[in-house]
Antibody, heavy 119, light 108 residues
């Protein structure tokens, strides 16, 4: 059974940093691209970062230079290091696996971890 | 950057009705994916690559479309279908995933 379990969320002051983790199990982690997707309080879904199986990373402009995605294939863990946090980063953060089917959908999602950026 | 617009924002239907929700892309895309989300839960894969039902999705759901217009149709709505449905696409250049704003389906 595929499982993705996020952790590390919390309350952070603007300008602060935080690192999220996603523990993966039930599949060959190193073979899959992985992503972080967030859901804002307004329920909007936003793609945050992706890392390929080979380690290439991708970000939208909204987080580029502030967020870093990485993976530890030996421990089956996905990370998201976030810095220079802003109030607009407040969201539920989901870890998601990119499927290998045509068109790159997300075929498994974790339960999410909440980040609140507030003074 | 491709923008996905979903309509309507809220859809109200009675059990047994046929409903259709639409996702329009600002530029042509090759495939569209759909997710179902209920309150307190993470999004569930629902339809992938435009017309393929994810595992466990009832056959009353279907997906279609091409180019800039895609749709999700429920042939006969049931109470359990009440949820928010999001569309999503991926582009390779630049590498980017985009989501629509969602359609909330309410059952009367």
């Amino acid at each position: 059974e595929v499982k993705l379990v996020e952790s590390g969320g919390g309350l952070v002051k603007p300008g602060g940093s935080l690192k999220l983790s996603c523990a993966a199990s039930g599949f060959t982690f190193s073979s899959y691209a992985m992503s972080w997707v967030r859901q804002t309080p307004e329920k909007r879904l936003e793609w945050v970062a992706s890392i390929s199986s080979g380690g290439s990373t991708y970000y939208p402009d909204s987080v580029k230079g502030r967020f870093t995605i990485s993976r530890d294939n030996a421990r089956n863990i996905l990370y998201l290091q976030m810095s220079s946090l802003r109030s607009e980063d407040t969201a539920m953060y989901y870890c998601a696996r990119a499927s290998t089917t045509t068109g790159r959908d997300f075929d498994y999602w974790g339960q999410g971890t909440t980040l609140t950026v507030s003074s | 950057q491709i923008v996905l617009s979903q309509s309507p924002a809220i859809l109200s239907a009675s059990p047994g009705e046929k409903v259709t929700m639409t996702c329009r892309a600002s530029s042509s895309v090759s495939y569209m994916h759909w997710y179902q989300q209920k309150p307190g839960s993470s999004p569930k894969p629902w339809i992938y690559a435009t017309s393929n039902l994810a595992s466990g999705v009832p056959a009353r759901f279907s997906g279609s479309g091409s180019g800039t217009s895609y749709s999700l149709t429920i042939s006969r709505v049931e109470a359990e279908d009440a949820a928010t449905y999001y569309c999503q696409q991926w582009s390779s250049n630049p590498h980017m995933y985009t989501f629509g704003g969602g359609t909330k389906l309410e059952i009367k």
